[in-house]
């Protein structure tokens, strides 16, 4: 089941990335592959052609890399699998879409003789356009709010085996922070010579846009609040994943809304719209690199998304980091998943000490020990996994069960047998590869006992 599960994520995670890549290959106010064209060279026939070649050979690649990887994740490991799937398709595609780009900017130069008129900057508004940002108060605001909810969370879990919950009131209250900062990071710039007007419209850009922002920390505070009276009110801890399933719903839509070019005024739209000058050259499949433009981030020729500017010191380390991630993550991945995990139990007269050689590790006073068993029903526990990993083979750190509650496990996932330790606070289970290995654990813990 888990390898058919991670078969189906690789697949439709390559589908997706189709659609994904499939826009910039659209035509958009005559922009094609972040080339402007003229009316005539749109409808041109072997702008067709190359538009329909490269996204075929596009097609073909992420078809293959499904293949590949589908097959992998089903002899191999599914993660490693999933990751190299991943990190191909961003490494490859990308220059498949330049080399389209490339050829179509060479078409443009030989056909197209149109002239376009200049493209006005205002950096005059840049430096007013300061005075309307959103206010350091707001940050402030935003970070007690959160500050107090986290620690409530803390002193009322008494321990971080619940840290998928810690979790959301960061990363709900990371939302709040991080769409603030790229909002007055982003581009406010109206190409027009009309200064007083650009800056008009902007300032009422920026007063709207810091109105939604309020009412989005509202509602994440709201849902914080009924996620921690959830917690409270035992009965209702199930319902909680709702909770996550609506702020994640709520918060994908405000920001899509805010970086979206649709929630911009229409009078901006259509400002001097022909004075646009062709100078899309600076645009190119990793996003913007222009040395000469001090501005960190541009919005995108389609008005969707918002690209670092490479050309900057600052952007290029914005820009290499996520890949840095990503190999790291890999690296640690293929490390966990090559390094098979090995758990270890050691046994003195006063405690016992359980560990992985991943991360986790515990010590149990015999003395707080209320309760040992052997039992042989793993396959039929509904285990939830609240922090922790869950391998092909293996399953440790922190979990949840309907009927145990919150547990601490050790477990070799092809052996249905284990040992249950019960103390004052917690619930460990733990076993050996084999039935009989756990068996002789169990009698060497009684012993103890």
């Known amino acids: 089941m888990y390898k058919l599960i991670m078969l189906s994520i690789i697949i439709v995670m390559n589908i997706s990335m189709y659609f994904s890549y499939h826009r910039i290959f659209m035509e958009k106010r005559q922009v094609i592959l972040l080339t402007k064209l003229s009316k005539k060279l749109v409808d041109d026939p072997i702008v067709k052609k190359i538009v329909k070649r490269k996204k075929k050979i596009i097609a073909i690649f992420l078809l293959a890399m499904g293949i590949i990887f589908s097959i992998m994740s089903l002899v191999l490991e599914p993660v490693i699998a999933m990751i190299s799937n991943v990190m191909l398709i961003f490494i490859v595609v990308p220059f498949i879409i330049q080399s389209a780009i490339n050829e179509l900017r060479e078409f443009k130069r030989i056909h197209d003789n149109n002239e376009f008129s200049k493209k006005y900057i205002d950096f005059d508004l840049i430096r007013k356009s300061k005075e309307f940002k959103v206010p350091l108060k707001n940050y402030i605001k935003i970070g007690i709010l959160y500050f107090v909810m986290l620690i409530f969370m803390i002193i009322y879990e008494k321990t971080y085996s619940n840290l998928m919950w810690i979790i959301f009131i960061l990363v709900i209250a990371g939302s709040d922070f991080l769409t603030d900062y790229f909002l007055n990071k982003s581009s406010v710039v109206i190409y027009s010579k009309e200064s007083e007007v650009n800056l008009k419209l902007n300032e009422k850009i920026a007063k709207g846009q810091s109105k939604i922002l309020f009412n989005k920390s509202l509602i994440n505070s709201v849902l914080t609040i009924l996620l921690l009276i959830m917690l409270y009110l035992k009965p209702y801890f199930t319902f909680s994943i709702f909770i996550f399933m609506i702020a994640f719903i709520i918060n994908t839509a405000i920001s899509y809304y805010l970086f ?190």
């Open 260 to 449: 979206n070019e649709k929630a911009y005024d229409k009078e901006i739209k259509d400002l001097n719209y022909d004075q646009i000058e062709d100078d899309l050259e600076y645009f190119d499949a990793w996003g913007y690199k222009n040395p000469n433009d001090k501005r960190l981030f541009i919005k995108d020729p389609y008005g969707v998304n918002t690209s670092v500017n490479r050309g900057v010191v600052l952007g290029k380390i914005i820009f290499i980091l996520p890949f840095i991630i990503l190999i790291c993550i890999s690296v640690l991945t293929a490390y966990l998943l090559v390094k098979p995990t090995e758990y270890e139990y050691k046994f003195t007269q006063n405690e016992l000490k359980l560990q992985s050689n991943v991360l986790y590790h515990d010590t149990i006073k015999t003395k707080d020990i209320k309760n040992i068993e052997l039992k042989d029903d793993f396959d039929k526990l509904k285990l939830i996994r609240t922090s922790g990993n869950a391998l092909e083979k293996t399953s440790t750190g922190n979990y949840k069960e309907k009927e145990l509650g919150k547990l601490r496990i050790y477990i070799y996932n092809d052996n249905n047998s284990y040992v249950l330790i019960k103390t004052k606070d917690k619930t460990y289970l733990i076993n050996e590869k084999s039935e009989a290995d756990t068996r002789k654990l169990y009698e060497k813990f009684k012993s103890i006992k």
